[in-house]
């Protein structure tokens, strides 16, 4: 049993193709960016721990909040299950599944059967469009395939494992009001809130201070990593191809600042955008001098990046405090 018109074509970020698979289904088109704004997505995190190789480099809010936030934000009814029973986890799924209703989850992707590169991480999210005696037929982004299937067992697998970002097999399912409010007056309400978020950080490691505190971590990172040649390119790879949509999700949300002004025509947002499209391409450059390190050892390039992160934090300040007014 496979349900129809279960699909996000395109989509560059796993939460948002998700959400997007599902609203699509109830018949709203919104574009990713758009999702990604009204989730108030993006932000940013300076992560270390014992058990990384190299400290992570986080460009949006946590996982399932992107969610939570857009649905409110769209007066969408979003209604979240989590349990410990595997058992009932699937039975939610399927129960879904047989009313006619397609189903997102929270998962580990490294049980999924259609990814080949194997790396734990617990916040990727799916659609489920339908499943067999075998399998669970799947929504994914275009990097992961697309309509994908993965065994029933794999899946189960995903949902249940422990550890950073995961869930207690956490499922969701919408159901969309007869009609949606004012996207213009949603848009900024977003945007505004997105940028007091980013200015506001209640520590050190988030937003515009977790930027400075990259800037000033990133020229160890040769002497952190136990094998640079790959734990750099690895680090600057999740930045760029890791489903952020490129410039660690800074071309999703200039993207989103585009649209946005273009709905609401307000010059906050219009010079937001612009920032923000020369932003997005000094993250690439971040990556590339990442890697660059990586694969030569030359400090040089570290301390490049470093300059780089301190003039983003300095660039992404002040477009955030242009952004601020348009709520």
């Not at 769209?74 to 209604?79: K, T």
């Not at 949606?180 to 977003?190: E, I, S, W, Y």
């Amino acid at each position: 049993m496979i349900l129809e018109n279960v699909s996000y074509p395109g989509g560059v970020h796993c939460e948002t193709t998700a959400l997007g698979a599902l609203l699509r289904h109830d018949g709203v088109e919104l574009s990713e960016p758009v999702l990604f704004g009204l989730g108030e997505g993006l932000g940013f995190v300076y992560w270390d721990a014992k058990y990384l190789d190299v400290p992570f480099l986080g460009g949006r809010v946590k996982p399932a909040q992107l969610t939570r936030t857009a649905a409110a934000r769209l007066g969408v009814d979003l209604r979240v299950q989590e349990t410990t029973s595997p058992r009932k986890a699937w039975r939610n799924v399927a129960d879904a599944l047989d009313a006619g209703r397609p189903v997102g989850l929270q998962l580990d992707c490294y049980h999924l059967d259609h990814f080949t590169t194997k790396v734990h991480f617990g916040g990727h999210f799916v659609a489920v469009r339908g499943y067999d005696h075998d399998h669970a037929h799947l929504v994914d982004t275009a990097q992961q395939g697309g309509h994908v299937r993965t065994t029933l067992a794999s899946l189960a697998r995903a949902r249940g494992e422990r550890g950073p970002m995961t869930a207690r097999n956490l499922s969701f399912t919408i159901a969309v009001p007869p009609a949606l409010p004012d996207l213009g007056d949603a848009v900024r309400q977003a945007v505004a809130r997105t940028a007091h978020a980013f200015l506001t950080p209640p520590i050190a490691n988030l937003g515009h201070r977790g930027i400075d505190k990259a800037a000033r971590q990133v020229p160890r990172w040769l002497d952190r990593a136990a094998d640079p040649a790959r734990d750099l390119p690895q680090a600057a790879a999740l930045m760029e191809r890791g489903g952020t949509g490129g410039a660690l999700f800074r071309v999703l949300f200039r993207d989103f600042l585009g649209e946005a002004a273009a709905i609401t025509d307000d010059d906050h947002l219009h010079e937001g955008h612009l920032l923000y499209a020369e932003i997005a391409p000094l993250w690439t450059e971040v990556a590339d001098l990442i890697t660059a390190a990586g694969r030569t050892g030359d400090r040089a390039h570290l301390a490049r990046a470093s300059a780089v992160l301190s003039d983003l934090a300095d660039r992404e300040r002040r477009a955030m405090r242009v952004l601020a007014s348009a709520g």
